[in-house]
């Protein structure tokens, strides 16, 4: 009998054991906490070509245990970092939301446009000049806009390296954005959001997490004759014929970037250590604001801007990328760990992507015998400068050239008596004449047409008419700018455009959806998963596959 009743005391706690276990994993009726984890430059086929390399909880626990969009894709021209954030933060694309590039040029005034650059705030925890940004050239509401007026006891935040991604990807009343001041080597934000830095935010300052990254060298996670989805022909080259090349000797040694000699804190921005500092950071928001702790469901916006320097740098096929997505995947898995530690899995739905892709670059496509090339645009406008004075007479009618978009002199032409459609279209023609450009478009095109396909509706897409340019250009594929760097983003094609999305937790069953998926589609998913106001400028939809659950 009393091996009976040890036997039933037994069961019976391992019965209550397990209904806790079920009570705790029922998900709650909204999520306690939405964590958006943006990837800057993180192309579709990364997620494959890095696989094997990946570890079982970082990208690998997201795809294989959450909802893997395989077909998201951004459907505007100029695919850059500002405006590929604001449109997953407003659901709508350039057009509508008015970040049409990083930089844009001002009709008004003549002078040039920084996306969330604002020489009226100050800076709050660093700096002088590392604060002065705000989110005024946001024209439309975004998804942490919206969440707050639904419910003020929710708390937005946004997080990255770069403040530009910290401020688009939050909106224009959040409880916090902050960036780092790469000059002293803190975590900052701008008066425009507070007036003193949270204790929680001053006390991770003071133990000076940055200072230990930046001391670091950055050795290979494994054997560089391993790194096969690199371009590594350089340094199998150099194993073989011993050059004594200083790079190259450093990396078949394993150091990809040596231990800094003086304290640099800009060296993080391109080194991996800099998305460990950012994670870092983001979980002691958590833990300092108290994130997913209540009924009100909170939002965190997690942007790892290495990536993107990275690959602006040394190219999509370079060692250095294809090691700082192996090392980000360990903080991936650790943050994911932690979060679903803190508030678990089954209150917290996280959506991970990117801004947006890269181009390869002209060099590696070369060795394939694949088209394409450098377009130099200061050649390029040299030579249009020639030939409007040949046409038109002496005068600047450029006033400007940014991210592919002409800005011609409108004062000018009309004190001259043209047309500034005649204008626009001829010089829409002259560029067509220069290698590696594909498509020209005028602005007064865009103006009165009504693109609903193509590659003319993307321009469409990208076009505001009181800041885009008066022509617009787009490169053949594989073509880029040359502009310092090895390659770039910034066009329609399907290594700009294409990249990963991924719902994971909270109700969200694992599924691969195939079906295409809008970028603009994100901010609208997430305000009726929830039950809010869709974002005041928003042009996508709902993702069916994740509503219906």
Known sequence: MKKFFIALLFSACLLNVGYTQQRIAIPSDKPKLIVEIIVSQMRYDYIHRYWDKFSEGGFKLLVNEGAFCKNARYNYLLTQAYPGIATISTGANPMVHGVISNKWYSKANGEPVD??????????????????????????????????????????????????????????????????????????????FMSNLPAWADTFNTKKFAKLYAE??????????????????????????????DKIKSMIDGVIQKKAQTLNYASLLESPFGNLLTKDFAIASIVGENL????????????????RALGLKYG???????????????????????????????????VLTSDQGIASTPAYLEKSKIPGGYFDPN?????????????????????AYYEKQIYLNHRLIEDSNLKLEDVQQKIASFMLE????????????????????????????????????????????????????VTSGNSAYS???????????????????????????????????IGITWPNGATGNPIRELIEY
Do not use: C
């Open 292 to 307: 997913g702790n209540d009924d009100h469901t909170d939002f965190l916006t997690l942007t790892f801007s290495v990536n």
């Open 216 to 245: 670091r060298q950055w050795d290979a996670s494994h054997p560089i004759n391993t790194y096969d989805e690199a371009d590594t022909n350089k340094v199998k080259a150099a194993e073989v014929k011993k050059k004594l090349i």
């Open 115 to 192: 996306a969330v650059a604002d020489d009226k705030m100050n800076t709050i925890g660093g700096s002088y000049f590392s604060g002065k940004f705000s989110p005024k050239n946001i024209i439309t509401s975004t998804f942490g806009d919206e969440l707050n007026l639904y419910d003020p006891e929710s708390k937005v935040v946004g997080i990255s390296l770069d403040a530009g991604s910290a401020i688009l990807s939050t909106g224009h009343n959040p409880t916090g954005s902050f960036w780092f001041d790469a000059e002293k080597g803190n975590w900052v934000s701008s008066s425009f």
């Open 379 to 399: 050649k390029a406008m040299a030579l249009l400068g020639s030939y409007l004075k040949a046409i038109y007479g002496q005068g600047n009618w450029v006033t």
């Open 316 to 350: 999509p096929q370079s060692i250095e990328v294809e090691d700082a997505y192996i090392k980000l995947d360990k903080e991936l898995a650790h943050f994911l760990e932690f979060i679903s530690g803190t508030v678990g899995k089954e209150n917290v739905l996280v």
């Open 434 to 485: 220069f290698s590696g450009v594909a498509n020209a478009i005028t602005g007064s095109t865009l103006q009165s047409a009504n693109f609903t396909m193509g590659i003319f509706q993307k321009f469409q897409n990208s076009y505001n008419q009181r800041r885009s340019g008066d022509i617009i250009l787009n490169l053949e594929p594989g073509w880029v700018e040359s502009n310092g760097s």
């Open 495 to 529: 290594y700009d455009v294409h990249v990963p999305l991924v719902w994971y937790g909270w109700k969200i069953k694992r599924r691969s959806i195939l079906s295409p998926v809008d970028m603009t589609d994100i901010a609208p998913t997430l305000s009726t998963l």
